[in-house]
């Protein structure tokens, strides 16, 4: 699917991609296939690209339209506009305590039942494991 990007003038294209991996902006690993945004051919020098997920292609999609610029640039202004919003700064890793702090009680309870899960799990493993281990070596 290509699609140009703005209402008024083109500006750069947008490729799904097949391939999964990072996101350009997020640095999350979506399920959903990647974006590739391209610069338009007016941009003097070397073009630009980036692989996006789904929702930071829409930001920069809304950031675009809402800026309303007529510079060949405006994708990269908005790519840079939405990345300064969504970093991986911005998200605190699961070690941080911000993390737990905003974490939702849905979320925690998700979280508790896959721990309890994942132990009643590991346990039974990890003894057949040893068991097939011990037997081996006789």
């Given at each position: 699917?290509?699609?140009?990007?703005?209402?008024?003038?083109?500006?750069?294209?947008?490729?799904?991609?097949?391939?999964?991996?990072?996101?350009?902006?997020?640095?999350?690993?979506?399920?959903?296939?990647?974006?590739?945004?391209?610069?338009s051919?007016?941009?003097?020098?070397?073009?630009?690209s980036?692989?996006?997920?789904?929702?930071?292609?829409?930001?920069?999609?809304?950031?675009?339209?809402?800026?309303?610029?007529?510079?060949?640039?405006?994708?990269?202004?908005?790519?840079?506009?939405?990345?300064s919003?969504?970093?991986?700064?911005?998200?605190?890793?699961?070690?941080?305590?911000?993390?737990?702090?905003?974490?939702?009680?849905?979320?925690?309870?998700?979280?508790?039942?896959?721990?309890?899960?994942?132990?009643?799990?590991?346990?039974?493993?990890?003894?057949?494991?040893?068991?097939?281990?011990?037997?081996?070596?006789?």
């Amino acid at each position: 699917m290509d699609r140009a990007f703005g209402a008024d003038t083109f500006n750069g294209t947008r490729h799904r991609l097949k391939s999964r991996g990072r996101c350009a902006i997020c640095a999350r690993r979506p399920r959903e296939p990647m974006n590739a945004l391209e610069e338009s051919a007016a941009v003097s020098g070397a073009r630009l690209s980036w692989v996006t997920c789904e929702r930071c292609t829409a930001a920069v999609e809304m950031e675009m339209q809402r800026a309303n610029l007529r510079t060949p640039l405006r994708t990269r202004m908005a790519v840079a506009s939405v990345a300064s919003e969504r970093g991986p700064n911005d998200h605190p890793s699961v070690w941080d305590e911000a993390y737990w702090a905003n974490l939702s009680d849905e979320q925690c309870t998700k979280l508790v039942k896959a721990w309890i899960l994942g132990m009643f799990i590991m346990a039974p493993a990890v003894f057949l494991v040893v068991t097939v281990l011990a037997s081996a070596q006789r």
